[in-house]
Every structure is written in structure tokens, then in C-alpha cells.
T-cell receptor
Framework: QKEVEQDPGPLSVPEGAIVSLNCTYS??????FMWYRQYSRKGPELLMYTYSSGNKEDGRFTAQVDKSSKYISLFIRDSQPSDSATYLC???????????FGRGTSLIVHP | NAGVTQTPKFRILKIGQSMTLQCAQD?????MYWYRQDPGMGLKLIYYSVGAGITDKGEVPNGYNVSRSTTEDFPLRLELAAPSQTSVYFC?????????????FGPGTRLTVL
């Protein structure tokens, strides 16, 4: 079993839909949870991060962590075609400088 | 700041050839990384460095070598290229002391080995 599991998709949704992207993990020592967004033919960029459990909201994006279930989610409200990208989850233990990445989920938002 | 820069953007190699992928950052980050990304497979760590003169292997180091003589530069050397090394290569850097280790990625080098 991989440490971080993420469905590669693609996930295709109409513009305006609510999108849910998810990762599961097995290492209970993970404390920091991150979402990177990668546009086609570009490098990944950090979108959001959360520490431990709970929710964090930034505009149309909400990151959610459920440590008891070892499950993290990224919600995108009112999705736009410009949100079309690959979304990679990443996580680290406290003090670690090597994150563990998921495979990434390809999201396509069509007009 | 230019951030993380990588050269070349594209390269085609013949089997058995060698090349160096260049990576530089101007953010004074101590941590630097090399990843490869194959379609649908996420990022696999090749090598990383925690400072000048210090490097260590990641998950998939075979067929690659690195050096870190300065804080700014972290070149990746491919010796005896093989078709299995066809991939997109990303260099990344991260600051020391950050709690969640945000990584800053370069634009990538697309390598094809024929």
C-alpha cells in the first residue's frame, strides 16, 4: 500500500460545479497537509496548506483534514475553466523536509 | 527574483549519451530537490540536498548523479541515457525552518531518450 493514495482521474465537471478532490494516507505521523496545483507543462505551485485536523478556506477553495480517517479533501466552489489543472496532495511529518506526494488528480472544467 | 530556473526546456538524447540538467535558485534556500514526473504517476524524488556539499538519494536515484557546490546551483547528471529516463524533470527548492516545507518548483525539463 502506498503512503498516499490519490485517484488520477480525469475528473470532468461543468463550469460552476462544486469539485471535491481527495487523498487518503497511511502514516499517522503526517501533520502538514498541502495541495499543489499544476497547470499543463508547468511546475507545481502551492495552493493551500493546513496543519493537523480542521478546515481552511481561501476564496473558492476549502481544504479539509480528517486525521481520524486519514483523509484529506480540497473543495472548489463555482469551478471555472481556469481551474483545469492537475491537483497534487502532499504531506509531511513535523520537521521533515521531504514531502510525500500523491499521484495527482487531473481536473477538467468545461464551459 | 527569478525563483527556480531550469535549462534546457527540452532535450532529445540518444541511448547511451550523457547530459547535465541545470537548476538554479536565487531565494537563498538550503533545500533543493530533483523529481521526475511520468504521466499519471506523480512526482518521484531522485536526489535532494540540504545544503552546499551535502546530497542524498531519494526514491529513484539509479542512473543519475548530483553535486551541490554552491547554495544556488544543483545540477543533475544523466550518465548512459536509457529510454526509461524519458520523463519530465522538475527541480525544486525550499527554505530552512519552514514548518510545512513549501516547495518552489522550476518550469521543468522535458527529456526524451530514443
Amino acid at each position: 500500500q502506498k503512503e498516499v493514495e490519490q485517484d488520477p482521474g480525469p475528473l470532468s465537471v461543468p463550469e460552476g460545479a462544486i469539485v471535491s478532490l481527495n487523498c487518503t494516507y497511511s502514516n499517522s505521523a503526517f501533520q502538514y497537509f498541502m495541495w499543489y496545483r499544476q497547470y499543463s507543462r508547468k511546475g507545481p505551485e502551492l495552493l493551500m496548506y493546513t496543519y493537523s485536523s480542521g478546515n481552511k478556506e481561501d476564496g473558492r477553495f476549502t481544504a479539509q483534514v480528517d486525521k481520524s480517517s486519514k483523509y484529506i479533501s480540497l473543495f472548489i466552489r463555482d469551478s471555472q475553466p481556469s481551474d483545469s489543472a492537475t491537483y497534487l496532495c502532499a504531506m509531511t511529518t513535523g520537521g521533515s523536509y521531504i514531502p510525500t506526494f500523491g499521484r495527482g488528480t487531473s481536473l477538467i472544467v468545461h464551459p | 527574483n527569478a525563483g527556480v530556473t531550469q535549462t534546457p526546456k527540452f532535450r532529445i538524447l540518444k541511448i547511451g549519451q550523457s547530459m547535465t540538467l541545470q537548476c538554479a535558485q536565487d531565494m537563498n534556500h538550503n533545500y533543493m530537490y530533483w523529481y521526475r514526473q511520468d504521466p499519471g504517476m506523480g512526482l518521484k524524488l531522485i536526489y535532494y540536498s540540504v545544503g552546499a556539499g551535502i546530497t542524498d538519494k531519494g526514491e529513484v536515484p539509479n542512473g543519475y548523479n548530483v553535486s551541490r557546490s554552491t547554495t544556488e546551483d544543483f545540477p543533475l547528471r544523466l550518465e548512459l541515457a536509457a529510454p526509461s529516463q524519458t520523463s519530465v524533470y522538475f527541480c525544486a527548492s525550499a527554505p530552512t525552518g519552514g514548518s510545512y516545507n513549501e516547495q518552489f518548483f522550476g518550469p521543468g525539463t522535458r527529456l526524451t531518450v530514443l
